[in-house]
């Protein structure tokens, strides 16, 4: 399995970005999918997840901000970030398991993305 993540830059606070990280290799609407993000110095924690069936979760630091959605036809999972701080530069990385359940607890994941850098100037 390959996932590709896409979409980080460097944005102003205010703004907004999209990453996306499409899946291959794997019948992708049979797995729950996460976003997780790691900034300098700080342990990796989880953003965002959805489930096969699109029942989502996000951490209290994004809820209202940050949309994630699934694309079954483009084996694609989207994190649109709006409203973003300077707390939230970090390199995210999409994260593939069977269920959410095994992605919010951030262990034993089966799969992740190579990372893509976010950046937001205060």
């Known amino acids: 399995v390959q996932l590709q993540a896409s979409g980080g830059g460097l944005v102003q606070a205010g703004g907004s970005l999209r990453l996306a990280c499409v899946v291959s290799g794997r019948a992708f609407r049979a797995y729950a999918l996460g976003w997780f993000r790691q900034a300098p110095g700080k342990e990796r924690e989880l953003v965002s997840g959805i489930s096969r069936n699109g029942s989502t979760y996000y951490a209290a630091s994004v809820k209202d901000r940050f949309t994630i959605s699934r694309d079954n036809a483009k084996s694609t999972v989207y994190l649109q970030m709006n409203s973003l701080k300077a707390e939230d530069t970090a390199v995210y990385y999409c994260?593939?398991?069977?269920?959410?359940?095994?992605?919010?607890?951030?262990?034993?994941?089966?799969?992740w993305g190579q990372g893509t850098q976010v950046t937001v100037s205060s």
């Open positions: 994260a593939l398991d069977e269920t959410l359940a095994t992605i919010r607890r951030g262990r034993a994941i089966d799969a």
